[in-house]
Structures are given as structure tokens and as C-alpha cells.
């Protein structure tokens, strides 16, 4: 029988979590949009000009510049997203969001809210601030 260490259950309960977490907000598809779209919605929404460097944006949600590119592609071709050349520097685009993406995440936000309360009940959410903190050290820097 072999033995793992604390540190590695930890994480493996961290990957189920989000795999159950990911699975509870199935529900958003209601509004044509998966968990990560809406974290990349969330993300131009609270960005200045409410655009964001694609790869700032990918480092933001923990995937690769064409990872990126990959999850952007059916954003774009729904007109939730645009893309936006840099005046300046060719080598660098913006992701914009586009009004119908704005109108898309300010629906899909109630029912996000909604779901993240069913599974962080209020009984639970005097360990948040922990579980945050901890999370940030993690590497979690979505704010």
C-alpha cells in the first residue's frame, strides 16, 4: 500500500473540487456559455476599457497564449469578443468585449452568483477568507 503525502492529497481534492465545481456550473450553458467563457467574460468586464493583451488574459486564467487562442475562437465567432490590433506593436492584440458579450455576462452573472451560493453556503463562508488566502499563494489571482 503506498502512502502519499498531505501536499498531494491536498491537491487531489483541490482537482476534484474544481471538477465538481466545473460540472455544478454546467447550468450557465442555459446561456450558451461554459465556466471558463465566463470567467474570460468576467475578466473583460472588469478590465480597463474592458479589453485585455491575449496573453495577459491567458496567464489570467492559467492556460497558454494558444490555448488561448483556441478557447477565444468560438467567443469570436458568436460576437462576444472582438479582436483588436496594438497601434504600437503588431506582435500584440486585445481581446475586446464586444456589447453582446457585456449583455451575455450580466445575464449569465445572476446565475453564476446563484450557483456559487448553492455550493458556498453562508454557514460556509466564514472559512472563504482562508481558503482564498491560500488559494492566492496557490497561484489563484483572479480578483
Request: aromatic share 4%; proline share 1%.
Amino acid at each position: 500500500m503506498s502512502t502519499i503525502n498531505s501536499s498531494l492529497k491536498t491537491l487531489m481534492n483541490l482537482a476534484k473540487v474544481q471538477a465538481v465545481i466545473s460540472r455544478r456550473f454546467d447550468r450557465l450553458n442555459i446561456h450558451g456559455i461554459g465556466f471558463n467563457d465566463f470567467m474570460i467574460l468576467y475578466l473583460l468586464h472588469q478590465s480597463a476599457d474592458e479589453k485585455m493583451r491575449r496573453v495577459d488574459l491567458a496567464d489570467k486564467i492559467g492556460i497558454t497564449a494558444s490555448g488561448i487562442t483556441r478557447v477565444l475562437l468560438p467567443l469570436e465567432k458568436r460576437g462576444l469578443v472582438t479582436r483588436e490590433a496594438n497601434e504600437r506593436d503588431a506582435r500584440v492584440s486585445y481581446v475586446v468585449l464586444t456589447l453582446a458579450g457585456k449583455q451575455l455576462f450580466e445575464d449569465a452573472e445572476k446565475t453564476a452568483n446563484l450557483l456559487a451560493n448553492e455550493i458556498i453556503t453562508v454557514e460556509k463562508t466564514k472559512d472563504i477568507n482562508i481558503l482564498n488566502n491560500l488559494l492566492t499563494k496557490l497561484g489563484g489571482n483572479i480578483t
